[in-house]
């Protein structure tokens, strides 16, 4: 997703379409939330934040990206994941 998200970005730009992603972690719907417990911990050990996005948290990047407050950002991927990228992937032991 991410080389797809570049390429077209780079095919698509003097056209005056702006590409970009959005990559987010664990996020707080009717699916996650019918996960056992012990899962969605596991998940949120990883995470910096400590716990799963909102929805809305994940669709307010979505709008700016698609305001024009965004107009010169293309070709992007933004993480919207708590911190998880900035981890080093363990969980934290103390």
């Known amino acids: 997703m991410v ?3 570049r390429a077209m970005a780079l095919d698509h ?3 005056g379409v702006r590409i970009n992603s959005v990559c ?3 996020v707080k719907t009717n699916m996650t939330n019918g996960w056992p417990q012990e ?5 949120n050990e990883r995470i910096a934040l400590g716990r799963a996005a909102e929805p ?3 669709a307010a990047v979505m709008a700016f ?3 024009d407050d965004a107009s010169f950002i293309n070709g992007a991927n933004i993480p919207v994941d708590g911190g998880a990228t900035a981890s080093d992937g363990q969980p934290k032991i103390v």
């Open 39 to 43: 899962i969605r911990d596991k998940f």
């Open 24 to 26: 987010p972690s664990l």
């Open 65 to 67: 990206l698609a305001s």
């Open 56 to 58: 809305e948290e994940v």
């Open 3 to 5: 080389n797809l998200t």
């Open 13 to 15: 730009g003097g056209d």
